[in-house]
């Protein structure tokens, strides 16, 4: 049995720790909206797998009642993720493991930066789920993730697999980090992107409609080859395999239904989007690259416009 922090306990931390906790780990959730309700009903998943309910999980207000742990679990937003360091800190011990299922590009390196490269992994969720109402996750579709690590290091991608054995959830790993960040942006820049720029749509109206479903296959190919000119740049021998991915992102949208992406309720609800991470910061480095990526730029900027931190 492992002890894991939850840092960043919104649905997508919440719905990952409380999957390991249901496979017997000492899972610790650092929370803030929702400390009360959890403290008096629990957490509830109501999730297309089964519903199911952490009746007294252990909880936190400050990292600090928490302490070191086997493993952090960092689930934040980007928008807040300047926070992560000090929020992770004090659950560190010589032998922790930081795992960022987090989306955008630079998760990693920005979190080594404060913490150190070695016990930092990246974790890749492709799933669909949102927060219900406080203590409450809603689960509706998919929920596997593929983890890497921020070294490539096969043996520490070993421990990280161990850890979800049990667990309800279906995981792989990847050998190259930077390669399943970028395979990751194949679905997040066209689907949380377009969701907002084509007027608060669900992505099913996006795969309904043939010009957006063409404008995000577009924005597809412009990622990938951003992302393999990265891996070459960097001596790689990681690549993506563009129409096969490109095919996968498809296939499992066609069937998510009405689905509202984080972007799109973050934009409604009139919180920040995670414009850098997502969008501007790929376009950043295709730009270094010397990779045209025009519609990932335009919808950047139409999204910084639309930001609602903005305004």
């Known amino acids: 049995m492992a002890t894991v922090a939850v840092i960043g306990a919104g649905a997508v931390g919440s719905y990952y720790g409380a999957r390991l906790a249901q496979a017997g780990h000492d899972v610790r959730f650092l929370l803030r909206r929702d400390y009360d309700a959890v403290a008096e009903r629990g957490l509830r998943i109501e999730s297309h797998h089964g519903d199911f309910a952490l009746d007294r999980p252990t909880i936190a207000r400050d990292p600090a009642e928490i302490g070191p742990v086997d493993w952090v679990l960092c689930g934040l937003k ?143 190919e412009e990622v990938v080859a951003a992302g393999n000119a990265e891996l070459a740049s960097r001596n790689s021998p990681e690549r993506i395999d563009g129409e096969a991915v490109i095919t996968r992102m498809f296939t499992l949208t066609d069937v998510m239904g009405p689905y509202r992406p984080s972007t799109l309720i973050d934009f409604v609800e009139g919180r920040a989007i995670e414009v850098d991470a997502i969008f501007a910061e790929p376009a950043r480095r295709a730009r270094a690259l010397g990779v045209p990526t025009p519609r990932l730029d335009q919808l950047t900027a139409l999204l910084a416009r639309l930001d609602p931190a903005r305004r």
């Not at 404060?114 to 406080?134: K, M, Q, V, Y």
Request: net charge negative; with cysteine.
């Open 78 to 220: 980007t928008t807040s993720f300047d926070e992560a360091p000090d929020l992770i800190r004090p659950c560190l011990g010589p032998e922790t493991r930081v795992l960022a299922i987090v989306n955008g590009l630079g998760i990693e390196e920005r979190l080594a930066a404060a913490l150190g490269t070695e016990r930092i992994f990246g974790g890749l969720a492709f799933t669909c789920i949102n927060r219900g109402e406080p203590g409450v996750v809603h689960h509706y579709e998919y929920g596997q993730v593929s983890i890497a690590h921020l070294g490539d290091d096969p043996a520490e991608l070993a421990l990280a697999f161990n850890l979800w054995e049990g667990a309800a959830v279906e995981v792989s790993t990847d050998p190259s980090v930077l390669r399943a960040r970028w395979e990751k942006l194949c679905w997040n820049v066209p689907f949380n992107g377009l969701t907002v720029a084509a007027g608060a749509v669900t992505t099913e109206e996006i795969v309904t409609d043939a010009p957006l479903r063409a404008e995000a296959r577009a924005l597809m």
